[in-house]
């Protein structure tokens, strides 16, 4: 298995909820941040949601209210809650992991642990 699996895609319908899961093969301890993206047909990749080791989380303006990001320590696990979904969230969901709290990360790009991504799709 890879260093982060994530998994609880699927497809719903507009409104639905789906609770995608980040399980980690290494153990969360000092300072970190763990985010979850998602990229769509043909986009970019867009930052969802992070929460770091001291618990800060930050949203997406548009998840930000139908979204809640959480983490079990003792179990490795990453969670992102998706209330009231629309069809513009589909996409490739993946979770990653950067060293450092949240709010001092400026780049994704030196991550050293991404996910293999879950599929959402919501349907009108």
């Known amino acids: 298995q890879g260093d982060l699996v994530e998994s609880g895609g699927g497809s719903v319908q507009s409104g639905g909820s789906l609770r995608l899961s980040c399980l980690a093969s290494i153990n969360f301890y000092g300072r970190y941040c763990m985010g979850w993206f998602r990229q769509a047909p043909g986009k970019g990749r867009e930052g969802v949601a992070t929460?770091?080791?001291?618990?800060?989380?930050t949203y997406a303006d548009s998840v930000t209210g139908r979204f809640t990001v959480s983490e079990d320590k003792a179990t490795n696990s990453l969670y992102l809650q998706m209330n009231s979904l629309k069809p513009e969230d589909t996409g490739m969901y993946y979770c990653a992991r950067i060293w450092g709290e949240c709010r001092y990360v400026t780049t994704w790009d030196g991550a050293p642990f991404w996910g293999q991504g879950t599929q959402v799709t919501v349907s009108s």
């Open positions: 929460i770091d080791s001291d618990g800060a989380t």
